[in-house]
T-cell receptor, first 114, second 111 residues
């Protein structure tokens, strides 16, 4: 059982380049999330998808776009990377956030923008 | 704005010590509370949910005070393997279905 698979694990970009972070879960979860984590700060929500076909902005959406391709996959795209987007990115999923279940996380992507 | 705040840490304690972490949250409407553990920038993993009556899981005890909007985590008989960052997490429906993470408190258990 793979859980949440996130790729790539590491990426270095130059300012202005674009890239897509991939996330897939095999647990039939409805809700999926993209967070970023910066030193000294908690995880901050970038975008989330409450169900297949829907996406919504979180706390820090500027500079990012997302696609909920199907129930399994939720991708995060940086159209024109900036040094301020250097961070560790985590994808997460949950069946129903209204219950007391746990979030399942991917292993993270360390992104550096030069 | 800081919705979830935690003790800044780090906490350096000897093996066998008892250590307590504190967390406060700003949204009085929050209903669900959790402690997650994160090792060395790896993904966070659920340590325990926090219930209104308080709950215990082995050496770990979580308490919730809704009136003070305060959550605590007590670790007894600390082990070297408890060294990690502990994240306080609060459900917050301000951004739809979201979980707000505190900045974390780092614990180092020393031999």
């Amino acid at each position: 059982n793979a859980g949440v698979t996130q790729t790539p694990k590491f990426q270095v970009l130059k300012t202005g380049q674009s890239m897509t972070l991939q996330c897939a879960q095999d647990m039939n979860h409805n809700s999926m999330y993209w967070y970023r984590q910066d030193p000294g700060m908690g995880l901050r929500l970038i975008y989330y998808s409450a169900s297949e076909g829907t996406t919504d902005k979180g706390e820090v959406p500027n500079g990012y776009n997302v696609s909920r391709l199907n129930k399994r996959e939720f991708s995060l795209r940086l159209e024109s990377a900036a040094p301020s987007q250097t961070s560790v990115y985590f994808c997460a999923s949950i069946m129903d956030p209204a219950t007391n279940e746990k979030l399942f996380f991917g292993s993270g992507t360390q992104l550096s923008v030069l | 704005r800081k919705e979830v705040e935690q003790d800044p840490g780090p906490f350096n304690v000897p093996e066998g010590a008892t250590v307590a972490f504190n967390c406060t949250y700003s949204n009085s409407a929050s209903q669900s509370f959790f402690w997650y553990r994160q090792d060395c920038r790896k993904e966070p993993k659920l340590l325990m949910s926090v219930y209104s009556s308080g709950n215990e899981d082995g050496r770990f005890t979580a308490q919730l005070n809704r009136a003070s909007q305060y959550i605590s985590l007590l670790i007894r008989d600390s082990k070297l393997s408890d060294s990690a960052t502990y994240l306080c997490v609060v459900e917050d429906w301000g951004y739809g279905q979201n979980f707000v993470f505190g900045p974390g408190t780092r614990l180092s258990v020393l031999p």
